[in-house]
């Protein structure tokens, strides 16, 4: 069966000694085999192997005889790597679009988070240093802090003007206005919770399609 795997820049696993691999090299494991401790792992799409991955090496690879399956990884007892791509570029250019896309969705304006992706992807085409990597990227840091911050003191804000409110209603009132603000927040809690997981499953799905497809471009599958 068809999987992915990445590899270091040295065509050698993430642990253990176990040598570098080749293009067309077939291994095998004797013994039990265990999920993330004994047997040949790989994931059924680049999304769920990039979870794993200890370097930039993409990898095609195959895996036969006894295969177990979790949710996003394979263990089995034997893997051949079919073909294998350095995805350093194109993994820096998926992390710079959905970075574009979260902050598009977020309504960002501040350039310092904007321009920390212009200047990372200069830096992918060899276009800018790392010190300029590195001064984008605290700058961008500063501007998600200083977001913070605004955010938090709206939040003291609305707390201080509800206890000032509460403050002024006779203990009947506010017992039963503190029943309804529960019942109230439970609910918004609930339907927040469900909005969030739905947002989040969409964007993942997202992800996934976007490096399917840039990862098929650097390996020209069809």
């Known amino acids: 069966m ?25 291994r095998s494991v004797e013994g039990e085999l ?24 993409a990898c095609i690879v195959e895996l036969s005889g006894e295969v177990k399956k979790d949710t996003d990884k394979y263990v089995a007892r034997t893997r051949k790597l079919v073909n294998a791509r350095n995805a350093e570029k194109v993994l820096r250019s998926w992390g710079c679009d959905c970075a574009e896309r979260a902050l598009r969705k977020a309504k960002v304006t501040d350039k310092r988070s904007w321009n920390a ?13 790392e010190e300029e990597l590195d001064a984008a990227g605290a700058a961008a840091r500063d501007a998600a802090r200083d977001a913070a911050w605004d955010a938090a003191g709206a939040a003291a804000r609305d707390a201080a003007r509800d206890a000032a409110r509460d403050a ?22 609930a339907a927040r919770d469900a909005a969030w997981d739905a947002a989040w499953d969409a964007e993942s799905k997202w992800q996934k399609r976007r490096l399917n497809k840039l990862m098929k471009q650097l390996f020209k599958e069809m």
């Open 2 to 26: 068809k999987a992915y795997h990445f590899l270091k820049g040295n065509m050698c696993g993430g642990y253990g000694s176990e040598p570098a691999w080749s293009i067309g090299e077939q």
């Open 34 to 57: 265990k999920m993330c401790e004994w047997g040949y792992h790989a994931s059924p799409s680049w999304y769920d192997a990039l979870s794993y991955a200890q370097g930039n090496m």
């Open 117 to 129: 992706i212009t200047i990372s992807r200069l830096f992918n085409e060899g276009k800018a240093t």
């Open 168 to 189: 002024a209603r006779d203990a009947a009132r506010a017992a039963g206005a503190a029943a309804r603000d529960a019942a109230r927040d439970a609910a918004r809690d």
